[in-house]
């Protein structure tokens, strides 16, 4: 009887350990997948710079011409992410933040926010998924506030970067977001940091203020729960950024990282 109830829990301790090590190498497969698959994305990024200025190929004219319009187009998002736009029309933009690991490209589904929560680009399954915006949230016209949701890997991808703005420090020395989009180059400078519970204050759901107050009173929510003062603002009429990611110490947690676009081309 002992020995029948011993080779059972070899059995059942046995399983328990392959079906573990499965687990593990499933996770760090992914992870290393996911990796390969957003530096393949960043390779199609064209880093050239805008054309400065417009080459002649006409004859000198014998008369003062007519003005016309430039032939060749303005330097637009397409021209930069053109290639990765072709390949999945869910994408939207692209995210970045200097001197972090955060570059990614930001998908938006409008019939379901979440597609991308355990999807890659391709749209294939990944615990990483792809930064995505709310489906509430509009890119042309933008909203006056743009939410874009990414995991807190412990592994350190995605927005797991995000955690380091819980100190001042870290803010001062990287102020700025940059998110690309469709209609346009932007860059946003950093208004609050805090943690919240997702039930307790529902900070995604101002996407268009209804008046100026309805604005400044949620400008002023998120800094009075700031971690710390910025020192910056936002007035009625500013274009916002809010990066959300889990946060592990209150249950359901959220950390919030408020931004206004001061940059737009």
Known sequence: MKKAVFGGAVIVLSILMLWSGFQIYSYYADKRGSENAFQSLQLQI???EPPSEQPSTELAPTADPLPTEPTEPAWTPNDQYG???????????????????????????????????KRNFD???????VPYVDATCSIDPPSDNI?????????????????????????????YIAFDTRAGFGTYQIIAVFKVNAGEFAFDRMVDAGSEAEF????RLCKSLAFYDTGISA???????????????????????????????
């Open 147 to 175: 939410t874009v949701y990414g995991h807190h890997m412990n592994d350190g991808t995605m927005f797991a970067d995000l955690d380091h703005y819980t100190e001042k420090s870290f803010f001062e020395a990287h102020p």
């Open 123 to 129: 749209g294939e399954y990944s615990s990483h998924g």
């Open 46 to 48: 064209n880093t050239s």
């Open 216 to 219: 400044d009173e949620y400008v």
């Open 235 to 265: 007035s009625y009429g500013d274009a916002l950024l809010t990066l959300a990611t889990c946060e592990y110490t209150l249950k359901d947690g959220r950390l919030v990282v408020l931004a206004k676009r001061v940059v737009a081309q």
């Open 83 to 117: 290639t990765l736009f072709a390949q999945n029309a869910d994408m939207i933009g692209w995210i970045a933040i200097a001197g972090t690991d955060i570059s990614y490209p930001v998908m938006q589904t409008p019939d379901n926010s979440d597609y991308y929560l």
